[in-house]
């Protein structure tokens, strides 16, 4: 098993994240319920492995949740564009072709 750090969130709390694992296995608003909730993770998983401590250190917030959301938007904007090109087009055509407004 390895070991599970308590660092500092760069938002607000304390995350509990493993040994070389960017991602947070949870947020807690105090060190100390941290520390708790890494040895209760510890114990679900046999209990080995170390809870540490790193006050110093501040874990940032995982990039790839704005990147979602940056891909997200920009689907969204280009299914509007294309709705659109469709209702543009459709007018065109009605306008356009013998028997149409």
Do not use: C
């Amino acid at each position: 098993m390895s070991n599970l750090i308590v660092v500092r969130d760069e938002v607000d709390g304390w995350d509990v994240i493993r040994e070389g694992d960017p991602q947070s296995l949870t947020n807690t608003a105090t060190k100390e319920s941290a520390i708790e909730a890494a040895r209760r993770f510890l114990a679900d998983e046999g209990g080995e492995g170390d809870v540490e401590v790193h006050e110093n250190e501040v874990h940032g917030i995982d990039d790839t949740g704005r990147g979602v959301k940056l891909y997200v938007a920009a689907l969204l904007g280009l299914l509007a564009l294309i709705t659109v090109i469709i209702v543009i087009t459709s007018l065109l055509a009605h306008w356009t072709l013998p028997g149409g407004g």
